[in-house]
């Protein structure tokens, strides 16, 4: 829906099986810049874990999406992120945790609460979202444009303090 700008829901989609490379150019509010983010989407297969972690290897922002119906899809977010952990080195990265599915309120078994409190204590953002209807779908990777928008200010900044 993203990278389709909010193209129609498909009733019948095709569910992510391995990796898929995504990209995007999202401008970053109240400025003139945008970036551009290169999605690697795996569908939170533990099978491609090792083709992921070749992608990964210098990560500069995190997404890790769960199921707001489904408990086991919201516990294998601390797995996904120390996966990440590992591979950056002991460097924060920010990043966002999504809860999708809020259409589903009837099946909702990951209350909001729970879900920010485990993305705080773990510095992350938190949003949730209906990819169904179309809510906040595009919420996500505003967050992840403007952080690593900051971030990079902040690098030119120590760059320009050095010479």
Same mark, same amino acid.
Request: glycine share 4%; hydrophobic share 35%; net charge negative.
């Given at each position: $829906?993203?990278?389709?700008?909010?193209a129609?829901?498909?009733?019948?989609?095709?569910?992510?099986?391995?990796?898929?490379?995504?990209?995007?150019? !999202?401008?970053?509010?109240?400025?003139?810049?945008s970036?551009?983010?290169? =999605?690697?989407?795996?569908g939170?297969?533990e099978? &491609?874990?090792? $083709?992921?972690?070749?992608?990964?290897?210098?990560?500069?922002a =995190?997404?890790?999406? +769960?199921? !707001?119906?489904?408990?086991?899809?919201?516990n294998?977010?601390?797995?996904?992120?120390e996966?990440l952990?590992?591979?950056?080195c002991? =460097?924060? =990265?920010?990043?966002?945790l999504?809860g999708?599915?809020?259409?589903?309120?009837?099946?909702?078994v990951?209350?909001?609460?729970q879900?920010q409190?485990?993305?705080?204590?773990?510095g992350?953002?938190?949003?949730?979202?209906?990819?169904?209807?179309m809510?906040n +779908?595009?919420?996500p990777?505003?967050?992840?444009a403007?952080?690593?928008?900051?971030?990079?200010?902040?690098?030119?900044?120590? &760059?320009h303090?050095?010479?």
């Amino acid at each position: $829906m993203f990278c389709n700008d909010g193209a129609h829901f498909q009733k019948n989609y095709t569910l992510t099986t391995g990796v898929e490379l995504l990209v995007k150019t !999202v401008p970053v509010p109240e400025t003139n810049d945008s970036v551009e983010l290169l =999605i690697f989407d795996s569908g939170g297969k533990e099978f &491609f874990t090792e $083709m992921l972690e070749k992608l990964w290897e210098q990560p500069n922002a =995190i997404c890790i999406v +769960y199921d !707001v119906t489904s408990e086991q899809s919201f516990n294998n977010c601390a797995k996904w992120l120390e996966k990440l952990k590992t591979q950056s080195c002991g =460097i924060h =990265i920010p990043g966002v945790l999504v809860g999708n599915k809020t259409d589903l309120t009837d099946r909702r078994v990951v209350e909001q609460k729970q879900a920010q409190e485990w993305a705080e204590t773990n510095g992350l953002e938190y949003c949730e979202i209906s990819v169904k209807e179309m809510e906040n +779908y595009q919420t996500p990777f505003r967050i992840l444009a403007n952080s690593f928008h900051q971030l990079y200010k902040e690098k030119v900044e120590i &760059f320009h303090s050095l010479l």
